[in-house]
């Protein structure tokens, strides 16, 4: 079930255990309907052109990612221009708290997606989960395209959780309480270990 306009007002004046937070909301208009729209925060990671190598997700600490990323600050005012086929992580202006028994969906708001731009190619914003949302933006167009900190690039859109579960936060998730965009922390995975013992066993 979405949750629609009213509710997401309600769900933000609830006592902080329970309460929805997206702040900060810099216009009313930002809750329309059954989504709230998100800004375009002013921290970014760029792909570095010349990485040392293909990148190596089970062997990526945080000193190796360094290799492949350049932290970015563009400030509200200010533009950025994503080339086309180009992967920039962005993040939301917005802080989010997530109840335990919600959850949303980032989507890509149709203005900037007819322009070329897929915004969060990562899309569930999990329950209890807190932090800033990292991004994922890339320019499918055949032409550049300026990105402008501030605006409004995507919406969220929440849905009602039934029956019980461990909320992200509470799971030891890996991206709990950023607030600026995060590289991958796919070598953080507990199943690569698994993995590699099976790909051991099946050699022997």
Not at 2 to 18: D, K, T, W
Not at 67 to 93: A, C, F, S, W
Not at 140 to 160: E, I
């Amino acid at each position: 079930m979405v949750i629609g306009e009213q509710s997401l007002r309600e769900r933000m004046q609830r006592a902080l255990e329970q309460r929805l937070i997206v702040t900060p909301l810099l216009s009313p208009g930002q809750i329309t309907g059954g989504s709230v729209d998100v800004r375009l925060g002013t921290e970014f990671i760029l792909m570095k052109r010349s990485a040392k190598g293909p990148i190596d997700p089970m062997h990526m600490g945080s000193e190796s990612s360094q290799d492949y990323q350049e932290r970015v600050h563009v400030d509200v005012g200010d533009k950025m221009i994503l080339h086309p086929n180009q992967l920039v992580l962005g993040v939301t202006l917005e802080f989010i708290q997530v109840p335990a028994d919600l959850m949303a969906y980032v989507i890509g708001r149709s203005s900037w997606g007819r322009l070329g731009l897929m915004v969060a190619t990562a899309v569930m914003v999990s329950p209890g989960y807190r932090g800033s949302l990292t991004l994922e933006l890339a320019n499918l167009a055949d032409t550049p395209v300026y990105l402008y900190p501030g605006t409004r690039v995507a919406q969220l859109v929440f849905h009602q959780v039934e029956g019980t579960h461990v909320s992200y936060a509470n799971n030891g998730g890996k991206y709990t309480g950023p607030v600026g965009p995060e590289f991958s922390k796919l070598s953080l995975d507990q199943d690569w270990q698994a993995i590699k013992l099976i790909g051991q066993d099946l050699k022997s």
